[in-house]
């Protein structure tokens, strides 16, 4: 699913999308073209929006929760704090500081933890394995990428993770 040889530390916007456990509406649902989010739903929203408060070098730009998936873009900007750590050749991306596999792993597991505390906790496990990206290249794939994340819940019916 990753591009090989890319290094997911470098700095630039990346199309995300997770999705829950088997695809399963678990966070809410769209209604009159709007998600309506349950409690997980605002549960995944608010670790969403807290990602740059952990992530100093990490920027939100367009996302929504949808029923059973989230799509986002992530900006990661050069932190000179953290300096010039390598190439970590042989390392697999999830497992990379400060890569983007370890921005989203870092987001889902606190996703599962806050759903713990949740009246309805969830039984089964929050999140399917892994996760979609798409490493955004050009203003043009910006503003379209932009405009899909916006229009997704009008669109629903035609989602290819579109399920009841």
Not at 5 to 21: E, K, L, M, N, P
Not at 43 to 54: A, F, K, S
Request: with cysteine; hydrophobic share 35%; net charge positive.
């Amino acid at each position: 699913m990753r591009l090989r040889g890319y290094d997911y530390r470098q700095s630039g916007a990346y199309f995300i999308t997770v999705c829950a456990f088997r695809q399963a509406c678990r966070f809410g649902e769209i209604r009159n073209g709007q998600a309506a989010l349950n409690e997980l739903g605002k549960v995944v929203q608010r670790c969403w929006l807290r990602i740059p408060e952990l992530r100093a070098s990490v920027e939100l730009d367009s996302h929504v929760v949808m029923p059973n998936h989230l799509h986002g873009i992530l900006v990661i900007r050069d932190d000179p704090a953290r300096g010039d750590q390598g190439t970590h050749a042989g390392s697999r991306p999830g497992h990379v500081p400060d890569s983007l596999g370890a921005i989203v792993g870092q987001f889902k597991r606190a996703v599962t933890i806050e759903s713990r505390t949740l009246a309805r906790a969830p039984a089964r496990p929050v999140w399917q394995r892994n996760y979609y990206d798409h490493v955004i290249r050009s203003e043009e794939s910006l503003s379209r990428i932009r405009w899909y994340i916006q229009e997704n819940p009008a669109r629903w019916r035609d989602d290819s993770l579109y399920n009841e």
